[in-house]
Nanobody, 124 residues
Framework: QVQLVESGGGLVQAGGSLRLSCAAHGRSSSSYTMGWFRQAPGKEREIVAAISWGAARSYYVDSVKGRFTISRDNAKNTLYLQMNSLKPEDTAVYYC?????????????????WGQGTQVTVSS
């Protein structure tokens, strides 16, 4: 079992930055594909970014390319999402997720483990 705990959400003005963190507790997540998802009110949950276990591969949804950066520190069992140039449309609850399967296409990861979510609100 892996427990994922997000932190770093909050309220920021458009154009600002936030850094989300996700600490994994319990079983080591260093071999897992990890990702960030988000869900805005009235919308379906969508993948934002994903990263392979060794950080050699990363994926971003088109709407965040060039603004968000996903990274991980396996020694600390921690996942990060640096969000720059934030827009009001980035407002959502952001979820950390982990997929323990081998050979995962990170763009279509299917998480087994989820965090509780952290709210990100971008004001215009």
């Amino acid at each position: 079992q892996v427990q994922l705990v997000e932190s770093g959400g909050g309220l920021v003005q458009a154009g600002g930055s936030l850094r989300l963190s996700c600490a994994a507790h319990g079983r080591s997540s260093s071999s897992y594909t990890m990702g960030w998802f988000r869900q805005a009110p009235g919308k379906e949950r969508e993948i934002v970014a994903a990263i392979s276990w060794g950080a050699a591969r990363s994926y971003y949804v088109d709407s965040v390319k060039g603004r968000f950066t996903i990274s991980r520190d396996n020694a600390k069992n921690t996942l990060y999402l640096q969000m720059n140039s934030l827009k009001p449309e980035d407002t959502a609850v952001y979820y950390c997720a982990a997929d323990p399967r081998n050979g995962v296409n990170i763009a279509t990861m299917y998480p087994t483990y989820w965090g509780q979510g952290t709210q990100v609100t971008v004001s215009s």
